[in-house]
């Protein structure tokens, strides 16, 4: 039998008398996508921030099994959490400002995930940074130049490539491709889709989109006021839905 | 960045006098309290190398950026048997340098000299002697930023956790941003170094020339920034590590010149403007150690 | 082989006045390995809705239909991803195009997820293509613009790139022309000879003969 990469029991975080997110209990397993819909409102952020660990829930737990190592994600020590988060899982922002050094180039901004783990050669990080410029289809020659200089699409793929270079065992999105021109949102979801399959990532996708979530998730979840009303494989959600708000959810997008 | 208005009156060497004692004040300008409290701050820093202890800064008698941090450090170290040396970039007869040194001479009464070695007490701003530093000696830098992180995170409750948690990896951005900018790393001043294996520091406006002389130095480094409220301390005899990268390793550079005075080619420099044609010349900016040297 | 055993089938439209459409009761067949069976009957009889419920993307209300010993009705998300992994292919009524995908990336893909590597996935795929008589020049586009034919083959090449011991085929032979038509229906052929259990919806008798298909006519199996 194989152990979930991420085991998620009764999960809850409230903001003074609003609930964030509710009883929450899930599992990923390897290489699998995960997409959480529901409508803005719903908690899919707290729970991924709760996930990622950028928030504090109030109750439950969360335990990653990397490797045959197992993470009580909530009762570890800060230095432990951050050392964790700092090499176990990666968060792509919405908005790539958020992710990114804008006063950094785009080669120190890649670098500087690899030198936060460790590595001190600057050959290596230079050619390392140029793979990835590469591969999220940036031209090298702008290795050298500030984010500010990018457009939105390519910071974003600049983004991805940031948190994707130590090779991260949970990577969390919260709406990717959210700012985007519609133009560009499908250049990165290929992007996307296409690492996703080449390097068998774990990913926690959060998207109103169900276009991105038919196109890149396995399995989906379905918020509503903080709490799972649905869950499964995403083609079964989404073509045999069982709840009346995700029904209408689904019936109220345009197909692809 | 290379200040050049730092022009030194060589054959002015004599410095003035300074204002008399006044009994008025309590010794060394400082209550003894406000003393114990900065001596106590002091001890925790050498007791952990590289680490900001916060302290209450006092209002002092000059404004910040004059270097009111050593002052209060200077302040509560100094004894009546101490010998007092005051620099400012290297020189002893710099405004900043004559007008603190006043203060301790009009507040202590005690003894002061432009002899490094002579000294059991040196302050400084932006400089280490060339002369080696002593066992028994304290030497103290005034500090505008204390935190070497502050650049990458405006966020003093995250500076702290990174330093807590050793997670110093964004350090070498500024590095990295150097080498492919410029071939090289340009820092060239306040060149971040990791203290005791531990904690990374700033190692205040020196030139990164100086920064292998903090390494395993026999005298007490203290460090004190005035207006952020910081103290930290290098105690003697600790490894002080300049950063890099393994194939760009620390280089401290210096002008390729010999100084136009003593003809010292392994001391730091102060570039010169000396006419209207814009010709320069270069002279040791330690002026205590190329007065030596030329006399001899 | 494949056990359909008592099963129910029905949808609750919550937005139309929860108005209910039961499609079958007590639905039972099996097929067995090296079989091909054809599922009859008029549209909107719940062909297509067998094939998802086996596949997983249709819940299934009641009973149990077994593959591997495993019964699809309770298996976890995880369990029928890898079962469709490792155990079923589905060519659906539509391929479903990914904008910039090229035709041959398509049909790579299932193998390079399940680990195989590019430089095999990369041969099978162009032997395939050239099987289903798809034009050279088409391979590296993205088949948004292919015709429906051409789409549909494309849909069957990801389909049957794998072997897969269950294979689900939802009118794979529709919009061919004949000549087409015949390559698919040898290349059906060829995956039962090798023992692969088939169900298929083939709106043509010409391909149910050309098959020699075991008839199941939902007409009477699932009259209640
Ligand atoms: N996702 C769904 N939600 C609600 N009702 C559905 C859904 N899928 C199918 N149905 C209904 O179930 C019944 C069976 O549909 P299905 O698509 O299985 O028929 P079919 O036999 O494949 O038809 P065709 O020959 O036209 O392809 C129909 O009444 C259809 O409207
Ligand atoms: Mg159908
Ligand atoms: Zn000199």
Not at chain 1, 33 to 48: A, D, P, Q, R, Y
Not at chain 1, 89 to 103: E, S, W
Not at chain 1, 105 to 129: D, P, T
Not at chain 3, 23 to 38: S, T
């Amino acid at each position: 039998m194989i152990i979930p990469l991420l085991k998620v029991t009764n999960l809850s975080k409230s903001y003074d008398n609003i609930v964030g997110c509710k009883n929450i209990s899930m599992s990923l397993y390897p290489g699998e996508v995960l997409g959480i819909v529901g409508e803005s409102g719903s908690g899919k952020t707290t729970l991924i921030n709760c996930l990622s660990g950028n928030l504090e829930p109030d109750r439950g737990k969360i335990i990653f099994n990397i490797n045959n190592k197992e993470t009580d994600f909530l009762n570890i020590s800060e230095s432990e959490k951050r050392k964790f988060i700092r090499t176990d899982l990666a968060f792509v922002h919405q908005n790539p400002r958020d992710g990114l050094r804008l006063n950094v180039s785009a080669g120190g901004n890649i670098g500087e995930k690899l030198m936060s783990v460790g590595y001190r050669h600057y050959g290596n990080i230079r050619s390392l940074a140029t793979k990835w410029i590469n591969k999220v289809e940036i031209d090298k020659s702008r290795i050298d130049d500030l984010p500010i200089t990018f457009s939105g699409g390519m910071l974003q793929r600049l983004q991805i490539a940031k948190n994707l270079i130590t090779s991260p065992n949970v990577i969390f999105m919260d709406e990717p491709t959210g700012g985007l021109d519609v133009s560009v949102q499908a250049r990165v979801l290929d992007l996307i889709r296409s690492l996703v399959n080449e390097l068998n990532l774990t990913v926690i996708i959060v998207s109103h989109d169900l276009a991105v979530i038919r196109l890149l998730a396995d399995k989906m979840i379905v918020m509503k006021n903080g709490t799972v009303i649905e869950s499964g494989l995403s083609d079964q959600v989404l073509e045999d839905p069982q709840q009346e708000y995700t029904q209408l959810l689904v019936s109220s997008v345009l197909h692809v | 960045m290379r200040k050049t208005n730092n022009v030194i009156k060589i054959k002015d060497f004599k410095v003035d006098k300074g204002l008399p004692f006044d009994q008025e004040y309590n010794f060394a300008y400082l209550d003894e309290n406000t003393k114990k409290m900065i001596r106590r701050a002091i001890i925790k820093a050498l007791c952990i190398p590289g680490y900001q202890v916060p302290f209450a800064s006092r209002e002092m008698p000059m404004p910040y950026g004059w270097g009111t941090g050593g002052v209060q450090v200077t302040a509560s170290c100094l004894t009546k048997r101490d010998t007092l040396k005051i620099i400012d970039q290297g020189a002893d007869d710099t405004t900043n340098a004559v007008s603190i040194r006043n203060f301790f001479k009009k507040t202590s009464n005690i003894k002061t000299t432009e002899i490094t070695e002579k000294a059991t007490l040196i302050q400084t701003r932006h400089r280490i002697p060339e002369t080696p530093l002593k066992k028994k000696q304290i030497f103290v830098y005034q500090v505008p930023i204390p935190e070497p992180l502050a650049f990458l995170e405006p966020k003093v409750s995250e500076t702290i956790k990174m330093h807590s948690l050793s997670e110093y990896g964004a350090m070498h951005v500024k590095l990295y941003e150097d080498i492919s900018k410029n071939g090289h790393i340009e820092t060239a001043y306040a060149y971040p170094v990791k203290t005791n294996d531990r904690y990374i520091m700033d190692p205040s406006p020196i030139p990164k020339f100086d920064n292998p002389k903090m390494n395993n130095s026999p005298a007490i480094q203290l460090f004190g920034a005035g207006r952020e409220q910081r103290i930290y301390a290098i105690p003697p005899y600790t490894k002080v590590k300049s950063l890099d990268f393994e194939d760009y390793p620390f280089d401290p550079f210096k002008a390729e010149h010999a100084c136009d005075i003593c003809g010292s080619k392994n001391t730091y420099l102060d570039e010169i403007i000396v006419d209207d044609a814009g010709n320069k010349s270069f002279i040791c900016s330690d002026t205590d150690f190329c007065n030596k040297r030329k006399n001899k | 082989m494949i056990e359909v055993k008592k099963v129910n089938k029905s949808f609750t439209l919550f937005n139309q006045n929860n108005a209910k459409i039961t499609v079958f009761k007590n639905l039972n067949f099996e097929v067995n390995p090296g079989e091909i069976v054809a599922l009859k009957g008029p549209s909107g009889i719940g062909k297509s809705s067998i094939l998802k419920m086996i596949y997983g993307s249709y819940i299934i209300d009641k009973g149990a239909i077994i593959i591997n010993n495993k019964n699809i009705a309770t298996l976890s998300a995880q369990e029928i991803l890898k079962l469709r992994k490792t155990s079923i292919g589905y060519v659906s009524q539509f391929l479903k195009v990914i904008p910039r995908i090229s035709a041959l990336d398509v049909i790579m893909e299932p193998l390079l997820n399940s680990g195989d590597n590019k430089n095999n996935a990369y041969k099978k795929s162009i032997k395939l293509l050239k099987d289903l008589n798809i034009e050279k020049n088409l391979w590296h586009l993205s088949p948004l613009t292919f015709s429906g034919g051409e789409q549909q083959r494309i849909n069957i090449a990801r389909g049957f790139i794998k072997d897969l011991p269950y294979l689900l085929l939802d009118e794979p032979t529709a919009s061919l022309d004949s000549r087409n038509r015949d390559i698919i229906i040898n290349l059906i052929k060829a995956k039962s000879n090798r023992g692969v259990s088939i169900i298929g919806i083939f709106h043509d008798e010409y391909s149910r003969k050309k098959l020699n298909v075991r008839e199941i006519d939902l007409n009477i199996e699932t009259k209640h």
